[in-house]
């Protein structure tokens, strides 16, 4: 069972026969640095570097390698992502002590929505986003991303950003 699940990793050797065609997987891994961006200078010595470093290698998988090395880039462009949510969740993270929670939440959304498209052109398996475009059809599922984008971009317009009081100084 196993084997034969592997055997075929990843199901299509080309993300629908072109890695630059649009994808979610590129909107999703971009958009996720542009969050990271947000947080990168509000603590001097507790830059996102490993969580950017994450998300550039599953993007460049995702990109530029699949289509060559398939089962090289398939598995980067799912651990990058992945070990990006796992440093980021993990306990005592600068996520979860110094930046605001609504940014964590919304990199990790964004993060999701590149996975759901890595995944879906990796393994036999529908995606649940494709799945929920198919259901619903394209109007909806367009008003539904435009309400999530916005509520992202309000997130992270009102999160709370560090003040010179609350900076630490270590120099």
């Given at each position: 069972m196993i084997g034969d699940l592997l055997a075929g990793f990843p199901v299509e050797a080309v993300p629908?026969?072109?890695a630059l065609a649009?994808?979610?997987a590129v909107y999703g891994l971009?958009?996720?640095l542009v969050v990271i961006a947000t947080v990168w200078d509000d603590h001097r010595h507790r830059e996102p570097l490993t969580e950017a470093t994450g998300v550039l290698i599953g993007l460049f998988a995702f990109l530029l390698v699949w289509r060559w090395w398939p089962v090289v880039g398939a598995t980067l462009a799912h651990v990058g992502p992945l070990a990006t949510l796992v440093w980021m969740w993990r306990p005592g993270s600068a996520w979860g002590t110094h930046y605001p929670g609504r940014v964590r939440v919304v990199a990790t959304g964004a993060i999701l929505v590149g996975l759901d498209d890595i995944v879906e052109h990796a393994w036999p398996v529908p995606s649940p986003l494709d799945t929920g475009w198919a259901v619903l059809g394209p109007r909806v599922s367009a008003a539904l991303a435009l309400v999530s984008v916005g509520a992202a971009i309000w997130a992270l317009q009102t999160a709370?950003?560090?003040t010179a009081d609350?900076?630490?100084d270590t120099t």
């Open positions: 629908d026969a072109s649009p994808h979610h971009l958009a996720a709370p950003r560090p609350t900076m630490e």
